[in-house]
Structures are given as C-alpha cells and as structure tokens.
C-alpha cells in the first residue's frame, strides 16, 4: 500500500539535489510517496524548469519500450529555487 505523503515539486528538487536519479529511486529517496503524487510533483518540477528528464515523464516507471530508464536531474534553476526556498 502507497503512503499518503504529501509531495510538491520542490520536494522533488531536494531529492535530486544528491544527484540525478531514474523514477524508482526518486520513489525511494522521497520515502515511497503516493505515485499519482510523485508523477504531478515531479511533472510540475519539470514545468518550472527545475528537473530535466532524459525521456516522456509518461512512461510507465519510466520505461518506454527498449529505450533506458528515464534519469531526472536537478537544473540550476531548480537549485536556485531552493535557495529562495531557503531549502
């Protein structure tokens, strides 16, 4: 069973600020949050600018077919929105 944990896209950044990281283990960086929750979260990082994702965030756990698993990282301006989040 999914934890109800609350999730926002700077929660995203903070977990990518140790660096980049495929979909699983963002998932187990953030502590195994709803997966509905981590996907808007991590969608709306990306909108920001915050996240870059090597491939279509809407891919099934990040895997599209034979391509490799999608890896997220944290962009500069991601890490500046955790400095004006005082994050």
């Given at each position: 069973m999914a934890h109800a944990t609350e999730i926002d896209p700077l929660a995203v950044a903070r977990a990518l600020r140790s660096g980049p990281a495929t979909l699983s283990a963002l998932d187990a960086r953030l502590h195994g949050p709803d997966r509905e929750a981590l996907t808007w979260a991590l969608e709306d990082a990306t909108r920001r600018g915050w996240v870059h994702s090597t491939a279509d965030l809407g891919c099934p756990d990040g895997v599209?077919?034979?391509?490799?698993?999608?890896?997220?990282?944290?962009?500069?301006?991601?890490?500046?929105?955790?400095?004006?989040?005082?994050?």
């Open positions: 599209c077919g034979d391509a490799p698993p999608t890896l997220l990282t944290l962009t500069d301006d991601g890490r500046a929105a955790l400095r004006a989040a005082g994050r």
